[in-house]
């Protein structure tokens, strides 16, 4: 196990590796300067040329992009005073440390993503081990249908058609937004339930036909056939046999859609001006703020591999017939 860990974090590494030296150069390629963001609309030669030299922006790209890769590890000296590791730079937009803007905004993605993830998974796997336990019955054609129909919808459509019937209309909710949970946990749990309903929207259609599909293909395996001619009755062998069988897929795609979810999911963060590392990083873009969304990239970046490796090693404890070497 600890061989396999290790594999998988020397992995992991080299692929956050590769995800910053693309980050990095694809932004260079960009026919905009950065110093002249910071420096401001009235902005002459000298100072212009201060604000490069300040920001780094005057040395070669190899240049800086070792310096910002061993500012990660070892810290960096800047003009303002050191900046310890892990540091990621300040923004070229407000001059704020990337580390700490990153760290205030995580909350809110973890409050998005774990409220979302718990709706998904009891609504999506319930629907789909019904829909499997009624297979061609009426059951299983309408919850088959529903998820078709809720996995074409988009949050950016969804989001505001909510909103404006649920919260303006009809006034049953609270404008969505998020509140720190330990200063009033009723007000975050009431300002994030549409959020949470509408990003779990999609991720419900997706494991209901997901866990319906592997199901039904478990149901097929020798070792379930075998118990069901041994006598045991129809739930038992459902739940103890068939259904341990078939989380490995769904534990798989659990973990990439954790990893993106705790890293920012942009579009629902953006639509419903939830201040999370995805509204950071669309806010990255479009103020060229190279430090910020390297940041957020590589934050991310680095969840989704987490989730990755976590899932690798928890697949010897759901099927014993996965070895780890």
């Known amino acids: 196990m600890l061989r396999f860990l290790a594999r998988r974090t020397l992995g992991a590494l080299v692929i956050l590796l590769f995800i910053s030296a693309v980050t990095f150069f694809l932004f260079h390629a960009v026919p905009r300067d950065p110093a002249l963001l910071a420096c401001g609309k009235t902005c002459d030669p000298e100072t212009l040329a201060l604000v490069r030299k300040n920001l780094g922006t005057d040395q070669p790209i190899p240049v800086q992009y070792w310096e910002y890769m061993a500012g990660i590890f070892a810290g960096r000296d800047y003009d303002t005073g050191p900046c310890p590791a892990p540091c ?4 070229y937009h407000d001059s704020a440390p990337v580390w700490d803007t990153i760290l205030d905004r995580f909350p809110t993605s973890v409050s998005l993503a774990i409220g979302a993830t718990v709706v998904f998974l009891v609504l999506g796997l319930g629907a ?3 829909a499997a336990w009624r297979r061609g019955t009426l059951v299983d054609k309408v ?13 950016y459509f969804l989001g505001p058609l909510v909103m404006a019937l649920l919260v303006y209309q009809l006034e049953l909710f609270p404008q969505p937004g998020y509140t720190d949970l330990t200063s009033n946990p009723g007000k975050w749990f009431t300002g994030l339930l549409i959020p949470w309903a509408v990003l779990a929207t999609i991720f419900t259609a997706n494991y209901t036909r997901m866990a319906r599909s592997t199901m039904i293909e478990q149901l ?6 075998t118990a069901r001619a041994k006598g045991m009755s129809g739930r038992t062998v459902f ?13 798989t795609i659990l973990g990439i859609d954790l990893g ?16 999370g590392l995805g509204r950071l990083a669309v806010m990255s873009v479009i103020n060229n703020d190279l430090p910020m969304l390297m940041g957020v990239m590589l934050f991310s970046a680095a969840l989704i591999v987490l989730f990755n490796v976590i899932v690798d ?10 070895r780890l070497s």
């Open 88 to 91: 990621l730079g300040y923004s």
């Open 128 to 130: 789909g081990l019904i």
């Open 143 to 155: 919850f088959s249908a529903g998820s078709l129909v809720l996995s074409s919808m988009q949050i």
């Open 220 to 225: 097929q395996e020798d070792h379930v056939r």
């Open 239 to 251: 739940l103890r046999y068939a259904w341990r069988g078939s989380l490995i897929p769904i534990v």
């Open 260 to 275: 993106a979810l705790f890293g920012g999911a942009m579009i629902t963060e953006f639509t419903f001006s939830l201040p």
């Open 313 to 322: 090693a928890a697949y010897a404890f759901i099927d014993p017939r996965v």
